[in-house]
């Protein structure tokens, strides 16, 4: 294959000042007067050559200080484990300290993203016999949060370049029935909000962001979460802003969110009356303490991983084998919980993904595939074929239609294209551990040529 205009080589004439470190490393030798330089840097390291990162520590995750001990230790102390002990207890104080940041008078917390978006379904009362179009690409908790409601999950194709659902397919799959769009901004990126928006205007409907791994991501200037009816987070360990499992959400709309108080609050409002239909779906003062304790430098964080982002971006955008996830125009921030370019192996001397995954550990770089499908090839689809009360609620003809609209090719291509970085520690790296990872995937492209043979 003929090389392209792109390498290792080049790369390094454009380090930044802030990598000046990563020189005195052993895999640059086109810095002829580095003495230290040891074994064969330009040789994979899977095939015998010197590693470029070896025994990488990347920052780690989740995020510890000693003001998250400080309040585990003080909630275990207190006495005070349920948010009902306490009028001002950590779950009260956070969901006021999460609507200031959100801009709105409130905000509910949730034992999880599934059961913040779960809670947004009910309150808004959706449920059997309805649809929901959201993306196949996602966690289960997506999908889950509609079934669980007894609706349906319509899923709709994405657009390949930014991984998201794209506009025109969710168009195609509304019917009679649909109620609601739950976009998913997926890696912590925002989806198309404005066309999603002028869609669910047009058709009247509801729309509930899935904004579980975009916590502080802006679109348009505003914050994703805010621009739906209804915004849902995710606190769930791996988060960019976490606490084990939890979850939260937000809308401007004051009355909605007393119903998902109620909703999460097994069906009970906040004057004690029992009112409706709801688990009991309450974050626990441990939670409440531990995100309390990470709230303090969490905008400063999101910054670094939007640095690091951009500077990766900018480092490897002459890379032809490696397209980084596209940002829509109107993106202000990310939110970079994840990283993630889509491989093109015809760039790669056609090597599969998985060599490439290979090549790159062995030089101490770990990148994922993330999602190996989506949800459309899960066994969940025939499951609910065979429900009564799925057959009772939609009918046999509205199941095999959905059934048979469960291609999504776009959806494939973005599972067997996908390079996934995990965001949320790494990104709090410094430029020249964000220099490792660029070097390392130089190094494996510039041997593509030996991709086939590992
Ligand atoms: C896009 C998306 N939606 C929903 C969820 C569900 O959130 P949780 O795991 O907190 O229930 C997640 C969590 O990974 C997610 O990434």
Redesign the pocket.
């Known amino acids: 294959m003929k090389k392209q205009n792109f390498s290792r080589r080049k790369f390094i004439t454009t380090l930044s000042a802030g990598s000046a470190a990563v020189a005195a490393s052993a895999y640059m030798p086109s810095f002829g007067n580095i003495s230290v330089v040891t074994g064969n840097p330009d040789k994979l390291a899977i095939l015998g050559g010197t590693p470029v990162a070896k025994d990488k520590v990347w920052p780690e995750w989740p995020y510890v200080d000693e003001r998250v001990v400080e309040e585990v230790v003080k909630t275990t102390r207190s006495g005070i484990w349920c948010r009902i002990q306490s009028p001002t207890g950590t779950v009260t104080t956070f969901e006021n300290e999460f609507a200031k940041i959100y801009g709105t008078n409130t905000s509910v917390s949730t034992g ?4 913040a ?1 779960n809670t947004a379904v009910e309150a808004l009362g959706i449920g059997p016999g309805d649809e929901i179009i959201t993306s196949p690409y ?2 289960p ?2 999908i889950q949060s509609i079934l669980v409601s007894r609706a349906l999950p319509v899923m709709a194709d994405l657009d390949t370049e930014s991984f998201q659902l794209d506009p025109a397919e969710v168009e195609k799959k509304i019917t009679s029935r649909t109620k609601a769009i739950m976009p ?1 901004h ?1 890696m912590g990126q925002p989806c198309d909000m404005q066309s999603i928006m002028a869609i669910a205007k047009k058709h009247n409907l509801k729309v509930i962001e ?1 904004s ?2 975009a916590f502080l991501a802006e679109y348009q200037g505003k914050l994703l979460g805010t621009i739906g009816d209804v915004g849902c987070f ?3 360990t791996s988060k960019v802003f976490c606490c084990g ?3 939260a959400l937000v809308s401007h709309n004051d009355e909605l969110m007393d119903k998902c108080y109620t909703v999460m609050n097994h069906g009970t409002a906040k004057n004690g009356k029992t009112l409706t239909i709801g688990s009991k779906y309450r974050m626990n003062e441990f939670e409440g303490a531990v995100l309390l304790g990470q709230l303090p430098g969490v905008k400063e964080r999101h910054e670094i991983r939007n640095r690091n982002a951009k500077y990766l971006t900018e480092k490897l955008k002459g890379c032809p084998g490696l397209i980084p996830q596209k940002l829509y125009e109107g993106t202000t921030a990310g939110s970079f919980y994840l990283y993630t370019w889509s491989y093109k192996k015809e760039h790669f001397n056609n090597a599969p993904r998985d060599k490439f995954f290979k090549a790159l550990a062995a030089e101490g770089i770990s990148l994922s595939p993330y999602i190996a499908n989506g949800l459309h090839r899960e066994p969940w689809t025939d499951h609910i074929q065979t429900l009564t009360e799925y057959k009772k609620l939609f009918g046999n003809a509205r199941l095999k239609k959905f059934q048979e609209e469960l291609h999504l090719p776009k959806c494939d291509q973005v599972c067997d294209e996908m390079v996934m970085l995990w965001a949320s520690g790494p990104l709090l790296g410094s430029l020249a551990d964000m220099d490792d990872l660029i070097n390392a995937i130089m190094k494996v492209y510039d041997n593509r040529d030996k991709l086939n043979s590992i």
């Open positions: 999880s993203g599934t059961q978006l996602t966690d908790g997506t998913v997926i899935d579980c791994q995710s606190f769930q499992e939890g979850g």
